[in-house]
């Protein structure tokens, strides 16, 4: 390798020698010329730059010299007006005067309680506006009079002052006197309070104790004048302030009088406020600038506050002006070069000592510069032409020396080929050579080295043939034993490249469905799934077994693999792998088959459903004629009529029962049927179901014996409604299967974690043969009078179905002829879990909280201890009032009644579900607006979604959050004050 380097730079070499002889010399010579040429230019360039730049800004500097002593001059006339304006003011409210006549006919109240002029004299006056936001009486209008003995030097001021626009005096109770006249009430607010304005409070004792001029910033004219400035000044009496006094000069005015500034070099001047607020502006700026100068404002209604230019005319607040903008700050004077609407910029500004203002020229480098850069220009022209022409003559000079050096080259470069030639061969299979006549003794001892690699290569390739043929050999005697055992072996790397394999078919279906070869375990098992299970196997040296697919549907095949680890220096993984094609597509069928049975079962739910739908059309219709017949008392029915409409009402009525019994099954059965699983106190159980058996059990002359001491604080969790359905169910039929003046009695027991609810009669009891069908629907046990008793054999089904639902367990245990005891458990609800239904132990209450805006509430709730937490919990916020309803179509009409500020309503209610009140409410007139945010304890992704889908406003899942709840609450708070 290293004599064929040595090859290879020859020709290097001789090229070297041209270039430190020839070619390297010339080149220097030519380079000092060059850079001699150009430092001559950058030096002339940056010398006359620097000399114009020292005239520039010395001139640029004594014209704003000039033009900042101008203004100065004629803000130190406003001020001295102003001065002025404020001492006459003081001497006119000393002194006591009365209205002239001409001015008690010009002044009225209008409306809203000003006192203001309706009209301007004839010889031009002075416009009065006295607030109404305080009453106007006989003190207040002597001070217009006493103020109106200035209005004469007003208009000597505004006359005589250039740069004044208009001149006013305010006083501490919304007085308002100012020239030229305009008319006042239309626009000024009515209740305006004029203190509250910067032309007025930016000269009280707390920002201008010295009582001296001061100037404002620019600011919209409440007068209608636009944009302007003032310089203001108060006027006490002994120390208090009794007003203050202002000139006004509008922008309009500034820019006419100030910015008529001839700029060299076109550049152009603006004058900024000392907040950095543009006072000023040209046109050539405002292009520059993307703004369009204040100088007029529509007044489409009066002026309720200050009203200040906007952000985007502070030179503070623009980007490209940061680097400058702490000199403008703290210098009264200077310059500065800045990058500025991406252009070179030179900024030069002095300050006006009267107000803090700063007159600023902004002028384009490049056109000061323009003669010397057109210089500049030309010298580089004619250096390129200098360089251009060199390149020419070295580009000649440089091919005449490559063709002498590949000459040479080529004289040197024969024996090379040969031996170039020599390794070809090699390659190809001919390892065996004589060494060839070279007179360059390196280049010779390189054949020979040549010579001898290729003789021990031939030797080394025979030997790896014999050992190759050995391997073919071994690999057909293991390709023999997997094809007999029908199983894949694969060997792979830890990146799943495979290394070997052998399998009894020689192509196997891919990922991809292909039938080809494979390269990498990919094919078989994902990338990221196969590096999972080798780091696996890598960690704990245990045999891992996966299963795979391959090809696609309806070509599949399934494999189970078993992977292990082959021990050695390079990690190497073996896998054998199976056929379980077969196994899956009988497993696939069972799954089928399943499938196929719960569809089977949802179409006899859904055939159940639909037909007892059906049926309460016709049912409406016997029901409700027979009913109407029965109270007919115009034609009354015979005794035999009026018994046999009976049968047909009784019989109805047990249809109906039917239908609703078959329709819960259906809803069951189907998935269709939700809980809300919540806390539920048992002594309100116990009391509601207690109250709706009474009227059977005296039907039945049965006597009905309930637990009377329930703690109340006792819970269990799960859904009131179902929950009573049970009781209600069990208590029917212990009333309905019991003996003569029997009893049936309803009793709580704890049992660990669980409350047991007790239903024992005294009827004939069950056969031990007839348990197994007790909770099977549409069985009705074989009673010697059951033929007489109403009954679907579908109750004690669906209440089963329910209380598992509830995650709760129904039991019975009877004797015949003695009786049966009926049995259900819940799971008991803890009673620090139950308080903490709105977290009212974590929690309380602070100023924050709520705000003074009042609000009403409807609570549309059927668990009485949830609507007993809300109600304590309310009772202790201030300015709200809640109204409560435990069903739908309670809280319905309560809330057309009401009209509340929000409803808060339960998702699970005992006649209607929470979407249908939502949907009824919208379609009424007086809560078709209301906010209504739900609670419930149905967490599901899908019950949140489709609620707040069909515009419900919020949804909170039962525990209730109180601080979540207050912060709900307190938004609604602040929309209703918004909207008043």
């Known amino acids: 390798m290293v004599k064929r380097q040595e090859q290879t730079s020859i020709y290097k070499w001789i090229w070297h020698a041209y270039l430190k002889t020839a070619l390297i010399p010339v080149v220097i010579v030519e380079l000092i010329f060059v850079i001699s040429y150009y430092a001559t230019i950058s030096w002339s360039q940056v010398y006359t730059i620097n000399y114009l730049k020292s005239e520039e800004i010395s001139e640029m500097q004594q014209m704003l010299d000039d033009r900042t002593e101008s203004i100065q001059q004629q803000l130190t006339t406003v001020s001295y007006a102003v001065d002025f304006l404020s001492l006459q003011f003081q001497r006119a409210l000393a002194e006591d005067t009365s209205l002239q006549e001409e001015d008690a006919e010009r002044l009225t109240f209008s409306p809203e309680g000003v006192y203001c002029t309706k009209e301007n004299k004839e010889s031009d006056g002075a416009a009065i506006f006295y607030s109404g936001i305080y009453p106007i009486g006989e003190k207040e209008i002597e001070k217009v009079a006493k103020v109106l003995t200035v209005e004469n030097i007003m208009k000597d001021i505004v006359n005589t002052v250039g740069l004044a626009s208009q001149v006013y005096m305010n006083t501490y109770d919304s007085l308002n006197i100012i020239y ?170 002095s300050t006006i000592e009267e107000t803090g203002w700063k007159l600023i020229v902004i002028i384009p480098e490049a056109n000061i510069y323009a003669n010397v ?43 090379l080929i040969r031996m170039n030639d020599m390794v070809k061969e090699i390659g190809n299979g001919n390892y065996y050579h004589e060494v060839p006549d070279i007179q360059v003794k390196e280049l010779h001892e390189t054949a020979e080295f040549l010579t001898e690699m290729g003789n021990e290569l031939g030797n ?92 696609e549907q309806p070509d599949i095949y399934w494999y189970q693999a078993i992977i292990s680890q082959i021990e050695g220096k390079t990690p190497l993984f073996v896998i054998s792998a199976r056929d379980i094609t077969e196994n899956k597509k009988l497993e696939s069928s069972l799954v089928l088959a399943k499938e196929e ?99 059977l059990a005296e039907q039945y002359k049965i006597k009905l014996i309930t637990d009377q001491n329930i703690p109340k604080k006792l819970m269990i969790h799960a859904d009131l409604t179902r929950t009573k359905q049970v009781l209600v169910n069990l208590l029917t039929n212990a009333l309905k299967y019991n003996k003569k003046d029997g009893k049936v009695y309803l009793y709580i027991e704890e049992i660990e974690n669980h409350i047991r609810f007790n239903i024992k009669d005294t009827g004939v009891g069950i056969r031990e043969e007839d348990m197994a ?89 059927d668990n009485p201890a949830n609507m007993a937490l809300l ?37 699970n209610l005992p006649d209607m579900d929470g979407k249908t009140v939502f949907i009824q409410l919208k379609q009424l007139e007086n809560t078709k607006d209301i906010p209504v945010i739900a609670l419930s304890a149905n967490a599901m992704y899908d019950d949140i979604r489709s609620a707040l889908k069909i515009g419900i406003s919020d949804y909170l899942v039962k525990p209730i959050d109180l601080k979540e709840l207050t912060e709900k609450l307190n938004g609604i708070r602040r929309r209703k004050l918004e909207m008043e």
């Not at 069985?779 to 109750?795: H, M």
């Not at 916020?877 to 409803?903: F, K, S, V, W």
């Open 597 to 695: 049975a719960e569809r089977a079962s949802m179409a006899k739910s859904q055939f159940l459903s639909s037909m007892s739908h059906e049926l309460r059309t016709p049912l409406n219709a016997i029901i409700g004629f027979s009913q109407i017949l029965l109270s007919d008392q115009e034609e009354p029915l015979s005794g035999e009529q009026e018994n046999s409409v009976s049968e047909i009402l009784k019989a109805g009525h047990h249809l109906l029962n039917l239908i609703n019994e078959v329709l819960d099954l259906a809803r069951i059965e189907s998935g269709r049927m939700t809980m809300s699983m919540e806390p539920v106190r048992v002594f309100d159980i116990v009391k509601e179901v207690t109250a709706l058996m009474m009227p």
């Open 180 to 349: 030229p006249y305009f008319d006042v009430i239309s626009q000024y607010a009515p209740k305006m309070d004029i203190p509250s304005f910067n032309f007025y409070y930016e000269a009280d004792a707390e920002h201008n104790p010295d009582r001296s001029v001061t100037w404002t910033e620019a600011y919209l004219d409440p007068a209608g004048m636009g944009w302007m400035a003032s310089a203001i000044m108060p006027v006490y009496q002994d120390d208090f302030l009794e007003g203050v006094v202002g000139i006004d000069i509008t922008i309009s005015t500034i820019t006419d009088k100030v910015l008529n500034m001839n700029i060299p070099w076109n550049g152009y001047g603006m004058l900024v406020g000392a907040d950095g607020t543009i006072l000023a502006l040209p046109k050539m700026g405002e292009e520059e600038w993307g703004l369009i100068e204040l100088t007029d404002h529509t007044y489409s209604e009066a002026i309720q506050k200050d009203t200040y230019k906007p952000e985007q005319f502070n030179i503070y607040n623009h980007g490209e002006l940061t680097e400058i903008t702490q000199e403008l700050e703290e210098n009264e004077t200077g310059y500065k070069e800045i990058l500025f609407s991406k252009e070179q910029k030179i900024v030069a500004w």
């Open 773 to 861: 069908l007790l909770f099977q629907p549409f069985q009705r046990l074989d009673f010697k009078n059951s033929v007489t008793i109403e009954g679907t054999g579908i109750g004690l089904s669906v209440a089963k179905k329910m209380t598992e639902m509830m995650k709760g367990k129904i039991g019975v245990q009877s004797t015949w002829g003695e009786g049966s005891l009926f049995y259900v458990d819940f799971e008991k609800e803890q009673e620090d879990r139950m308080n903490n239904q709105i977290h009212m132990s974590d929690y309380e209450y602070s100023e924050e909280d709520y705000q003074s805006e009042s609000l009403s509430i409807v609570y549309i709730e």
């Open 460 to 551: 080394s390739n025979a030997q790896l043939l014999d050992i190759q043929k050995e391997l073919r050999l071994r690999e057909a005697f293991l390709s023999a034993i997997v094809e007999s055992v029908d199983d894949i072996i694969i060997v792979t790397d830890e990146e799943g490249n495979i290394k070997n394999e052998w399998k009894a078919s020689q192509h196997i279906p891919g990922k991809d469905g292909s039938r080809t070869n494979l390269s990498s375990i990919e094919h078989f098992i994902g990338a990221d799934e196969y590096q999972k299970i080798i780091k696996h196997i890598k960690r704990t040296n245990v045999t891992e077994r996966v299963e795979f697919s391959l090809g």
């Open 871 to 907: 109600k304590k919990f309310m009772s202790k916020m201030p300015n709200t009032i809640l109204y409560t309803a435990d069903c739908g179509e309670d809280g319905i009409e309560l809330a057309n009644q009401e009209r509340p500020d929000l409803i808060l309503l339960d998702m």
């Open 373 to 415: 850069n057109d210089m500049k220009e030309t010298l580089l022209r004619a250096g390129t032409i200098i360089i251009i022409s060199g390149v020419c003559f070295y580009l000649v000079f440089f091919y005449v020396l490559s063709l002498k050096a590949r000459k040479m080259s080529l004289n040197m470069s024969k024996p």
